[in-house]
């Protein structure tokens, strides 16, 4: 079993920045793959980047390519969404999900019914 509780999310202004932060708990976290997702009001859950559980390999999605970082540290059993340059449009609630994934997996999860483990979410707000 694994537990997420993101943090970090918070009100601000258009080309400012924000630091997500999920944290697990369980012994065996560091061998999860985990992802964030944001679901804008009235639309669907989406993929926004992940992270393999070595933290070696990243994966993004197109329109946040540039200006989120995802990155974790094991030791922490800790992930984190760097996030610069905010647009009005990154304005949603951002979740961290977890899954394992072989150890020997290169492939890395965009869909979140791939995921098996989630957290309540953060609100992360961006005025124009």
């Known amino acids: 079993q694994v537990q997420l509780v993101e943090s970090g999310g918070g009100l601000v202004q258009a080309g400012g920045s924000l630091r997500l932060s999920c944290a697990g708990s369980?012994?065996?976290?560091?061998?999860?793959?985990v992802g964030w997702f944001r679901q804008r009001a009235g639309q669907e859950r989406d993929f926004v980047a992940t992270i393999s559980w070595s933290g070696g390999t990243a994966a993004y999605e197109d329109s946040v390519k540039g200006r989120f970082t995802i990155s974790r540290d094991n030791a922490k059993n800790a992930v984190y969404l760097q996030m610069i340059n905010l647009k009005p449009e990154d304005t949603a609630v951002y979740y961290c999900?977890?899954?394992?994934?072989?150890?020997?997996?290169?492939?890395?999860?965009?869909?979140?019914?791939?995921?098996?483990?989630w957290g309540q979410g953060t609100q992360v707000t961006v005025s124009a």
């Open positions: 369980g012994r065996t976290f560091s061998s999860y793959t």
């Open positions: 999900a977890a899954v394992y994934r072989s150890l020997w997996t290169t492939t890395l999860p965009k869909a979140k019914a791939e995921y098996g483990y």
